[in-house]
């Protein structure tokens, strides 16, 4: 397996598990929250794939699906524009609000736009620092390998939210 099939079979992960978590639910589940200060499986959606867009849009230099096609008009959120749900508040987790078949489109554009940037890239490329704010030097490799990572990991968060709401229907 070259290095373009295996990372565009990681990042495939992604819409999969979140369709498997979004199945079904109607927007007061999305909006659910477990406690007080916790993450709603629809910002979970949402945060995922803004942070996805914006590293992605940033090392392919590009403009961010979010804004290049309409997605931050179709939600409308009470948020800044450029905002991808990092360090939110609870108020702010609270705002974001969406119907499952928004937050599926959004990330299906996003996936769609990652692929494309993924499918020319070369095992060199990987090697090439793209953040020299860290000690070590980040590389392409290492965002890229970091961004699905976090993905995955909301996708599980999201899905664990899912079950608990369902056991309090």
């Known amino acids: 397996m070259d290095i373009t099939a295996l990372l565009e079979e990681t ?19 999305l909006t659910t929250r477990p406690d007080p200060q916790a993450n709603t499986i629809a910002w ?8 996805q867009d914006a590293q992605i849009a940033q ?17 409308d959120l009470p948020l800044e524009r450029t905002d991808t749900g990092f360090g939110h508040t609870s108020d702010q987790v609270a ?13 299906g ?8 940037y993924l499918k020319n890239l070369t095992g060199d490329d990987l090697d090439q ?9 980040v590389t392409l490799g290492v965002r890229l390998v970091s961004i699905v990572a976090d993905d995955l990991q909301h996708a599980g968060q999201a ?5 608990l709401v369902e056991r309090t229907r």
């Open 95 to 107: 705002a974001v609000q969406a119907d499952a078949q928004l937050l599926q489109g959004y990330l």
């Open 129 to 137: 620092v793209v953040d020299d704010s860290w000690d070590p030097p």
């Open 44 to 51: 979970l959606v949402w945060h995922l794939a803004r942070g």
């Open 59 to 75: 090392v392919a230099g590009t403009e961010e699906v979010w804004t290049a096609q309409g997605w931050a008009d179709r939600f």
């Open 11 to 29: 990042y495939s992960r992604v819409p999969d598990e979140v369709a498997a978590v979004l199945d079904g639910l109607d927007p007061a589940a």
């Open 159 to 163: 899905a664990y939210v899912r079950g």
């Open 109 to 116: 554009d996003v996936h769609r736009a990652t692929r494309e």
